[in-house]
Structure formats: C-alpha cells, structure tokens
C-alpha cells in the first residue's frame, strides 16, 4: 500500500484523535454513510428551506414509525440531515407539535 496514511497520520491531519479514526474506519461510528448514501437529488446548497409546524409534526410522525430515516426525510422536507436530527431532539422547532 504505497502512500496509504497511517491512522496516525490521518489523526494528525484531521486534528482528531487517532481513536475516532479507528472507529471510523472500523464502521463503529458513522454507519449511516456507508449504509445508506444520500440520494443524487440532495443538493446541500439548497438545503436551506424553512419548515412549517405541520411539516415538523409530520416529520416527527413519519420517523416514529421506524419506516423511514432521518437523511430521506431531509431530502423529503429540502433541508439538511442536520437539521433534522436537531428537528427531531427537540432543539430546533420545540413549539410544535404536543
């Protein structure tokens, strides 16, 4: 393997500890890039669309039933798979819904 990095290198490199590179490239953390890649559709520049509270109920709804995951609700609702996350924890939108 001729100019491969050593996790150390990468570590060093990223600024990170070399224990997160060893998760990674063991798949222990980040599972969904590998799993499940985000669609050809999903544009992040674009990402940046307000949500309604029916929307953010809807949303909430939709992943309770374990049918669909939190990277195709945001290319459902044209926002970012971080703002989902953040929909969904309640630190983002808490107004709505109960």
Same mark, same amino acid.
């Not at 996790?7 to 799993?35: K, N, T």
């Not at 890649?37 to 992040?44: L, N, T």
């Not at 109920?57 to 995951?69: E, I, L, P």
């Given at each position: ?6 996790? !150390? ?38 990402? @940046? ?15 309770? @039933? ?19 996350? !953040? ?12």
């Amino acid at each position: 393997m001729t100019g491969a990095k050593t996790q !150390r290198e990468l570590a060093a490199e990223y600024g990170i500890s070399q224990q997160l590179v060893s998760d990674v490239v063991g798949r222990h953390v980040w599972r969904e890039v590998w799993r499940e890649p985000m669609p050809a559709s999903y544009d992040p520049r674009r990402a @940046t669309r307000k949500l309604t509270p029916e929307q953010v109920d809807q949303m909430r709804a939709d992943y309770a @039933t374990g049918q669909v995951s939190q990277r195709l609700l945001a290319v459902q609702y044209g926002v970012s798979p971080m703002t989902v996350n !953040r929909v969904l924890r309640g630190l983002t939108y808490h107004h709505t819904g109960e």
